[in-house]
């Protein structure tokens, strides 16, 4: 798993219709985009060193709403 800052790390619930668990990356361990990773969980707002598993997966903002920066720089213009 590689993350860079300001991906979203998702953590599936090891229980059948389990609460998902959704971080910010605000640090990460290596400079290859390796963990440990700093993340800033978005139900409490805590910040953990989290060391991610097979039940984990890394979100990058651009890969949700791939035209959102395009959004963005027509709305300055």
Partial sequence: MK???????????RKL??????????AV???SGGG???VRW????RETLF?????A???HPS???PDAQAETVSDKQ
């Fill in 63 to 65: 890969d949700k709403h």
């Fill in 3 to 13: 993350a860079e800052v300001g991906d979203l790390v998702v953590v599936a619930s």
């Fill in 29 to 31: 361990g290596d400079s």
């Fill in 36 to 38: 440990p990773y700093r």
């Fill in 17 to 26: 219709l389990g609460q998902v668990r959704v971080g910010e990356v605000i």
């Fill in 57 to 59: 997966h890394v979100e």
């Fill in 51 to 55: 060391f991610p598993g097979p039940d």
């Fill in 42 to 45: 978005s139900d409490d707002g």
